[in-house]
C-alpha cells in the first residue's frame, strides 16, 4: 500500500490507545473478561484487538483505488537517464530525503538500470515530489538541479546517486547552515565549481522547476514518494524489481 505521507499512524495510535485503556481500566476489564488470571486475559484481548484493526485496515486498503493508467505526457524537460531512443519511458517522481525512495534506490533501480537502462531498453527521467514533512528534500532538490546546470544530466545523476547513497549522513542534520555546507561539500566532491554551484543553490535558481514537478504529480494525483509511471502504467511504492520487471516487459512487448 501506498501512502501520501510515508506515515500511517492510525492503526500505531489506536494499538497504543487500546493498550492505555485496557491496562489502565481495571474496572472495565474486570467486568469485561473476568477471571483470576488477569494479566493472561488482558494479553488476550489486547492481541484480538489488534487483529480485529488489522483486519480493518486491510479491509479500507483494499477499497482504496490507485490510479492504474496516466494518460498524460509527464515527461517535462527534466534529466534523463538513458538513451533517449528508448521505447520505454519511466518518469519517477521521488524525494530525495524520503527513505522509500533510499529503498528504491538501493533496491530495484540498480536492476532497472543494469537489465534496462544501460542496455538502451528504458529511459528514466527523474521529476522532484519534496514533502512537506522533510525540511531537506528542496535543497536536495535544489542541489541536484544546480549539478545539472553545471555538468548536464551525467552530473545530476552523479548527485543523485550521492544524495541517495550518503542519505543517512547527508540529512543527519537539516538545520540551514549545516545542510547548505553539506550540500555544497558534497558538490565540491563530485568535482563541480564551487562558486558557480553556491551562486546557483543560493539564488534558488531552479525553485519554480521544482514547483512544476509538484504541480504535474498533483494533477494526476500523485502525493507520495517514490511513485512512477512507466508508459502510461502507474506503480506506487518502493515495489520489488519483480514488479518493475513485469511492467517494463509488458511495456517493451506493447511497442514491437
Do not use: W
Request: net charge negative; proline share 3%; glycine share 6%.
Amino acid at each position: 500500500m501506498f501512502f501520501n505521507s510515508e506515515k500511517n499512524y492510525t492503526l500505531p495510535i489506536s494499538i497504543i490507545i487500546a493498550s492505555v485503556l485496557i491496562s489502565g481500566s481495571m474496572i472495565f476489564l474486570g467486568f469485561k473478561i473476568g477471571g483470576s488470571n488477569l494479566k493472561t486475559q488482558v494479553k488476550a484481548a489486547l492481541n484480538e484487538y489488534i487483529q480485529e484493526q488489522q483486519a480493518a485496515a486491510q479491509k479500507q486498503s483494499a477499497n482504496v483505488k490507485e490510479p492504474k493508467i496516466i494518460s498524460e505526457d509527464l515527461t517535462d524537460d527534466d534529466a534523463v537517464e538513458g538513451s533517449e531512443d528508448a521505447k520505454v519511458t519511466i518518469v519517477e517522481f521521488s524525494d530525495f530525503q524520503c527513505p522509500y525512495c533510499a529503498k528504491f534506490y538501493t533496491g530495484a533501480y540498480q536492476d532497472i538500470l543494469k537489465d534496462y537502462i544501460n542496455t538502451g531498453k528504458v529511459k528514466l527521467i527523474f521529476r522532484d515530489l519534496p514533502l512537506g514533512f522533510h525540511p531537506g528534500a528542496i535543497p536536495a532538490a535544489l542541489a541536484a538541479e544546480c549539478a545539472r546546470d553545471q555538468g548536464g544530466d551525467e552530473a545530476y545523476f552523479k548527485m543523485h546517486d550521492k544524495l541517495f547513497a550518503d542519505q543517512k549522513t547527508i540529512f543527519a542534520d537539516t538545520s540551514k547552515i549545516v545542510l547548505d555546507k553539506t550540500l555544497k561539500d558534497a558538490a565540491n566532491q563530485l568535482g563541480l565549481d564551487s562558486s558557480a554551484f553556491a551562486s546557483c543553490y543560493d539564488s534558488k535558481k531552479y525553485q519554480n522547476e521544482i514547483e512544476k514537478d509538484k504541480n504535474d504529480a498533483a494533477k494526476v494525483g500523485i502525493t507520495g514518494t517514490p511513485a512512477f509511471v512507466i508508459n502510461g502504467k502507474y506503480i506506487s511504492g518502493a515495489r520489488p524489481y519483480s514488479t518493475f520487471k513485469a511492467a517494463i516487459d509488458e511495456a517493451l512487448e506493447a511497442t514491437k
